[in-house]
């Protein structure tokens, strides 16, 4: 069962909501977080412990949208909670929009008191350099966790059976020693795992975690719940913000260029060229729109960003809701039009079975031939057809 964002005991000193699901993590559950770019192995991960069909990506598109909080049983029979969380740098969804639903679950998490006994961070060791989305990926994480909760972090590298091992071995060392890597995270308590034996090495990293049991608070829970800062305020606000702010410094730059270029095809009034610089700035201005927005939505408060987050719970459930009760309706349907097609076709089976029979009896039905004796004119019944030969047996004669 994966559940979203809901925790049972609000502590008196805020103004939390009710509990709504009594299997969310409690103050004293073991709850562990496994961040990381898109497709690095978080769902399949979480999956190997939880015996529950999750969604694993398969294709080069973004999987796991959602923070998802996934109760696990151990094989020890220990029960823990792992967070399966959206990477940024989302096919389908902004950076805000990862952030916001990040921060919102874990500001809620604190504010219930329920801490992270450890964050585990993924890395593809198949990745032959850390690309943009990678390097993104690994300074959202740094300025979420911050400095003070490295020491309850496992940095692990997935995917070793798909390279040869000499090539991950070097790229592993190269993670850990180079400066805008690992080699800060390392040296500030961050320990680094191979998840290259999957249950059995992901058992290895939850264990460390588990029997260090130290729960750390993150510099976005800090920051936004002791601080209260607005999101936009926060290290990893921060972060989203600039590169924002860069976006819209490129939007600027392209409109001005379309706008000299556009100067010239009037001048040149070259129709064609006229068209295509429309459609390009009506994508930029879209683009930029989109992008103002976000900077709008980093602005929340905690307060305002659990009400907005709230609301797109509320109607997610509610979209979600309808697709059941849609399947459920088909569902229905099959089986109601499956009992009629059953029923006509109990009854077509009945029907031949009787034409059958009835054919049968047809066939039942026997004709008497009868034959005369020529000489002492004695009759008799055949019920077939008698050979042209008859044997009188009072004559006991052929004729
Ligand atoms: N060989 C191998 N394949 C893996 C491993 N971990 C994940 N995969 C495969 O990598 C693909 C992506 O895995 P996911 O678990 O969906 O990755 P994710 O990090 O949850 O991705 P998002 O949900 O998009 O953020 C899937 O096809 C997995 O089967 C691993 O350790 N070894
Ligand atoms: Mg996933």
Redesign the pocket.
Known sequence: MVMTNQFPVPPPSYSAEPPQDSQAPTPNDTVIA?M????????????QFCRQD?????GL?????KVEIVPCVMPNGKKIFLI????FD??YRSDTDILREIADWLVQAYQFRVRLTGIIY?H?IIDVRIGGSGMKNLRMFRKLCGERGLGSVVLAT?????CPAEDARRREDQLVHQNDLWKFLVGHGARVFR??D?ARSGQKIIDYLVNRAQPVTLDIQREMVDQGLKLADTGAGKEVHEELERLKEKHEKEMKEIRQEMEEAIKEKDEERQEELREYRAQIDKQMRQAAEQTKQLEASREQLRREMKEQHSREIDQLRNEVARRQQELETTSRENKQRYEQLQKEVQDYKDKVNRSKMKEGFYYEYKRTCPRCRTNWLYNEQPSTTLYCAVCKRNF
């Open positions: 496994v990381g770019i898109t497709g690095a192995g978080k769902t399949t991960f979480i999956q999750l969604n694993v990506g398969h598109q973004s999987c796991t949208s399966d969380t959206p990477g989302d096919t993924l593809r997935t995917m070793w059976s798909l998840q290259d999957g």
